[in-house]
C-alpha cells in the first residue's frame, strides 16, 4: 500500500548530471557539482529530482544505451558520489528519481557481446533474434529519417537483432522471466542507494510482444503491476513515472483498472494540444484533452510539462493542427525532427516573448497534475541548432557570465555553451536573473511557491468553465472544502470574459487573487467579468472578502 502520496503536490526537476555542473575542471558535470547546487534548487522549490541516465555508457545516445545497470560513469563520479548526491537531497527534503532505461541495452553490453558470441550463452535469450530478415524490418523505427530499420544483422551472431532504436541499442526480451527478474534487481538496487522512484523510458516498448513473427505487438500490462508491487514491498513511497505516448482510451490500462500499475504518466495527448493552443489561440483541442485524460481513481497523478529533453512530439495532432505548431514553432527544416517534432527549446520557439513564456509556465503549473521543470527553464535558456539532432537543447546549463557560462572552467566542454546572441550565457544566466527581482528567473520561484501553496491542483477535482472566448481556458478545482479557478488567454489580444465560477448556490463566490490584488466579485448577473491583458492569466482562490479586499475589489 502507498503510505504517501508525496508525488501529487510535488515540484519535479529534470536534469543531466553531465550538463549541470563541473566540479574538477574536465569539462562533463559531475555528481559532486551536482550536490553543490543542490541549495538552488531547493530554493527554487524543487522537491524532487530526476536524473537522466548517469550509469556507464559509450554515450552514442547521450546515456541511454547502457553498459552497466549497477554503476555510475566515471565521467559522472562513484557510487560513493551518488549516495552523498541522495543523502544531501534527503537533507534538505529533496526526493530523487532516475531513468530506468530496460527496453534495450547498448550493444557494448557483457551481456549482449555474451549473446551475441555463442549461441548458447546464458544470455542469448535475452535479446530478440532472427535468423533471416523479418519482412516488416523496415516499419515502425521510432527515429524516422535518422533510423533505416528495426532489424540489423549481426556478422557474429550471424543473426538479426530487433532494437525499436538506433541499430546500437539492441531491444532486451523483456518477456523472458530472467529479464524481468533483472528489471526488479536493477530498480532494488538504487532503490537501496536513496532513489524514490523511476521515470521508466519507452513503457510501451518494454510490455510489448518482440519478436520476428510478431506484427501486432500486444501489451503485457502484468508486469507494471510487477514492476509496482515490487517497488512497493521495498520502498512504500517509491513512484514509477512513466513515458507513455498512448491514446487516451488507453491510458488507464496504464494507470491500472484498480489503480495497480504506474502512479504516474506524463500527459503527451495535453502537451501536445497545449502547443497547438499556443500557437493558434485555439483551446477547445486543450479543453478536449484534458477531458479524456481524466484519471479513472484517485491516486494516479499525470506529469505536466512544456519542453523535455526530446523533439517536442505532435506526432498525435492531426496533419492541419501539426502544420500550424510547425508554422509557428519550427518553420525551418532544421528546426524539425523525425518528422513529427520540434527539436527547440521553449523560449526561442516562443521567441523570447516574456508574456508568452510566463502565460505557458503559469498553464503547466495550472494543469491537473504534477509540473515538471527540466534545468534551464527557470531562466529561459535557449538551444544551438548547429547541434545534431536532439543535442540542440542539451547545451550546459547558464550559471554566470564566466567562461562557459559558469559551468565549468575546462577550455573543452562536453557541447558548447551557449555563448552570444540573445540566449548566450552572457546575457542568460543564473546570477544575474537572482540579483533582478524582476528577472524571469524570480518570477518563476513565485509561481513554483504559489503552486505549493495551491495543493487544489495535485489533489482536486476539476471542470472546464465557460467563459465564450475562444482563446480562454477557465478551470475550477476543489478540494477539502476549497476551490480554485484559473484563467489563461492564449490569443495576442486582450479580451472581456464572463463567466460562473461553478460551485454550488450559496456558496462564497468572490475571487481572491492569489498573485495581485486584482479581486473580482460577480455582478448582478451572477458571473464574474474579468479583463484579461494579451496572454494574461489569474490564480483565484474561492472565498469571502475581508473589508479591505472588498474595497480594493470594488475600486
Known amino acids: 500500500m502507498?503510505?504517501?502520496?508525496w508525488y501529487k503536490n510535488a515540484i519535479v526537476y529534470c536534469l543531466s548530471v553531465e550538463s549541470f555542473m563541473d566540479s574538477n575542471g574536465d569539462g562533463v558535470g559531475d555528481f559532486p557539482g551536482l550536490t553543490r547546487r543542490l541549495d538552488y534548487l531547493h530554493g527554487l522549490g524543487v522537491t524532487a529530482v530526476w536524473l537522466m541516465p548517469f550509469q556507464p555508457s559509450p554515450g552514442r545516445d547521450d546515456g541511454y544505451d547502457v553498459s552497466d545497470y549497477y554503476n555510475v560513469d566515471p565521467r559522472y563520479g562513484s557510487l560513493g558520489d551518488f549516495v552523498e548526491f541522495t543523502h544531501a537531497a534527503k537533507q534538505r527534503g529533496m526526493r530523487v528519481l532516475i531513468d530506468l532505461v530496460v527496453n534495450h541495452t547498448s550493444d557494448q553490453h557483457p551481456w549482449f557481446k555474451s549473446a551475441r558470441a555463442d549461441p548458447k550463452s546464458p544470455f542469448r535469450d535475452w535479446y530478440v533474434w532472427s535468423k533471416t530478415k523479418p519482412k516488416n524490418a523496415d516499419e515502425g523505427m521510432v527515429f524516422p529519417g535518422v533510423q533505416k530499420t528495426t532489424w540489423t544483422r549481426d556478422d557474429e551472431a550471424k543473426?538479426?537483432?530487433?532494437?525499436?532504436?538506433y541499430e546500437f541499442q539492441p531491444d532486451l526480451n523483456t518477456a523472458h522471466p530472467e529479464v524481468q527478474a533483472e528489471i526488479l534487481k536493477i530498480m532494488g538496487f538504487w532503490i537501496q542507494l536513496g532513489v524514490s522512484g523511476f521515470r521508466m523510458d519507452a513503457v510501451p516498448f518494454v510490455i510489448a510482444e518482440k519478436g520476428a513473427d510478431v506484427t501486432t505487438p500486444k501489451e503485457q500490462f502484468g508486469m507494471l503491476r510487477s514492476f509496482r508491487e515490487f517497488l512497493q514491498w521495498r520502498?512504500?513511497?517509491?513512484?514509477?513515472?512513466?513515458?507513455?505516448?498512448?491514446?487516451?482510451?488507453?491510458?488507464?490500462?496504464?494507470?491500472?483498472?484498480?489503480?495497480?500499475?504506474?502512479q504516474m504518466m506524463f500527459n503527451f495527448q495535453v502537451n501536445q494540444r497545449l502547443f497547438y493552443?499556443?500557437?493558434s489561440a485555439d483551446v477547445a483541442p486543450l479543453e478536449k484533452a484534458l477531458k479524456e485524460t481524466r484519471p479513472g481513481y484517485p491516486t494516479a497523478q499525470w506529469g505536466m510539462f512544456l519542453r523535455n529533453h526530446d523533439e517536442l512530439d505532435l506526432g498525435r495532432l492531426t496533419d492541419e493542427q501539426r502544420q500550424v505548431a510547425f508554422d509557428a514553432f519550427g518553420p525551418e527544416k532544421s528546426m524539425q525532427l523525425y518528422d513529427r517534432g520540434v527539436r527547440r527549446r521553449l523560449a526561442p520557439m516562443l521567441k523570447g516573448d516574456r508574456r508568452r513564456l510566463e502565460l505557458a509556465y503559469s498553464l503547466m503549473f495550472a494543469l491537473p497534475g504534477t509540473p515538471v521543470l527540466r534545468y534551464g527553464d527557470e531562466i529561459a535558456m535557449g538551444d544551438d541548432l548547429d547541434l545534431p539532432e536532439r543535442y540542440c537543447a542539451r547545451t550546459p546549463?547558464?550559471?554566470?557570465?564566466?567562461?562557459?557560462?559558469?559551468?565549468?572552467?575546462?577550455?573543452?566542454?562536453?557541447?558548447p555553451a551557449i555563448s552570444g546572441g540573445g540566449y548566450g550565457y552572457q546575457s542568460v544566466n543564473v546570477a544575474q536573473q537572482r540579483r533582478d527581482p524582476n528577472s524571469f528567473l524570480n518570477w518563476l520561484e513565485r509561481i513554483v511557491r504559489m503552486r505549493q501553496e495551491t495543493p487544489e491542483i495535485g489533489w482536486g477535482e476539476y471542470q472546464i468553465l465557460r467563459t465564450g472566448a475562444k482563446g480562454v481556458l477557465a478551470m475550477r478545482y476543489d478540494w477539502r472544502g476549497n476551490a480554485a479557478v484559473f484563467l489563461h488567454n492564449f490569443g495576442e489580444?486582450?479580451?472581456?470574459?464572463a463567466f460562473r465560477s461553478g460551485g454550488a448556490e450559496g456558496e462564497p463566490d468572490h475571487l481572491v487573487n492569489l498573485l495581485s490584488a486584482d479581486h473580482s466579485r460577480p455582478g448582478p448577473d451572477g458571473r464574474h467579468h474579468v479583463t484579461l491583458e494579451p496572454y494574461g492569466y489569474r490564480w483565484y482562490r474561492l472565498g469571502r472578502l475581508d473589508e479591505t479586499q472588498r474595497r480594493t475589489a470594488a475600486a
Not at 550559471?399 to 562536453?414: D, I, L, P, V
Not at 489580444?493 to 470574459?497: A, I, K, L, Q
Open 2 to 5: 502507498i503510505t504517501d502520496l
Open 235 to 262: 520502498k512504500g513511497d517509491s513512484v514509477i513515472l512513466a513515458e507513455a505516448n498512448v491514446m487516451p482510451e488507453d491510458d488507464m490500462k496504464y494507470f491500472g483498472d484498480d489503480g495497480d500499475r504506474m
Open 493 to 497: 489580444e486582450g479580451c472581456d470574459v
Open 277 to 279: 493552443a499556443l500557437a
Open 397 to 415: 546549463m547558464q550559471w554566470a557570465n564566466e567562461q562557459n557560462g559558469g559551468f565549468s572552467t575546462a577550455e573543452k566542454t562536453y557541447l
Open 159 to 165: 543473426a538479426y537483432y530487433f532494437h525499436r532504436f
